[in-house]
């Protein structure tokens, strides 16, 4: 085998390892690692050095190499977590709590413009990136506008099965962000400790009719999503720079 085809297979068998992991924990021996690996100590450095440029691991004086997820950036752009995800390179996945038939209280009610006592779908679920938990969702969803719903599809993207299976799909979502401190079940099923903060996100989604059908209360791990901006003026340009004018003449 030469060194490259070594250094591939440390850095495969790496990701195995961390994989296995949480977020933190620190990275075993190189001795340990190249000996159960069957690879030299500088192959393995090598694909340790690989992983530590992509963001998998972080190197910390007198504690050693450690895990390190890759914070995930959102634009905030009106895509599904299973397509956010995917666009980054992170194999999403999702972890199912809950999954019943509801009755719409006043709130829901009035956010998806529907009498009270509708009937709605109640879905809880963790969204995981590379299998490990990036948040928690609790979804409401309108029967008026999607009757049928089945535990099977809430595994990947309900966006993909919308428009497949009724030709519905999300035009434009309300969605406001805050801090949020996360309480202990939260923490355990986010994997977290409670020094960790989170963003929590209120949305409501509605379709190319301009029907509000879907609300979302999402929770998201800070160390792992972050949310990108791009800020702009909506001042309008009337007029040439000073310095234009000066080199100008």
């Known amino acids: ?7 591939q297979r440390a850095r495969q068998q790496l990701l195995d390892l961390l994989a296995t992991l949480p977020q933190g924990a620190q990275l075993p021996g190189e001795r340990f690692l190249a000996k159960d690996f069957g690879v030299s100590r500088m192959t393995l450095r090598r694909a340790i050095e690989a992983l530590t440029k992509e963001g998998h691991l972080v190197k910390q004086a007198r504690s050693g190499t450690h895990i390190q997820r890759p914070i995930i ?64 969702e609790t979804l409401h969803i309108s029967q008026q506008v999607i009757p049928r719903l089945n535990r099977k599809v809430l595994y990947g993207s309900l966006y993909d ?25 939260e923490r355990q099923a986010l994997e977290i400790d409670d020094k960790t903060p989170c963003l929590h996100m209120r949305m409501l989604d509605a379709n190319q009719y301009d029907i ?10 800070s160390d792992r999503y972050e949310i990108s901006l791009r800020v702009q003026s909506d001042r309008s340009i009337n007029t040439e720079p000073k310095y234009l004018k000066e080199r100008l003449g």
Not at 212 to 221: D, H, K, L, N, V
Request: net charge positive; hydrophobic share 40%; charged share 20%.
């Open 161 to 185: 099965y919308f428009e497949s299976e009724f030709n519905i799909y999300v035009q434009h979502a309300n969605n406001n962000v805050s801090a949020y401190l996360p309480n202990a079940p």
């Open 1 to 7: 085998m030469n060194t490259a085809n070594g250094v």
């Open 212 to 221: 509000p059908f879907m609300t979302a209360e999402c929770i998201y791990r």
């Open 73 to 136: 950036a959102s634009q905030l752009k009106l895509r599904s977590f299973t397509e956010e995800m995917r666009s980054r390179g992170v194999v999403p996945s999702s972890r199912i709590l809950t999954f019943r038939e509801v009755r719409a209280n006043q709130e829901l009610a009035s956010r998806l413009n529907i009498a009270p006592d509708s009937k709605l779908f109640r879905i809880r679920r963790i969204r995981l990136g590379d299998n490990t938990p990036v948040g928690i």
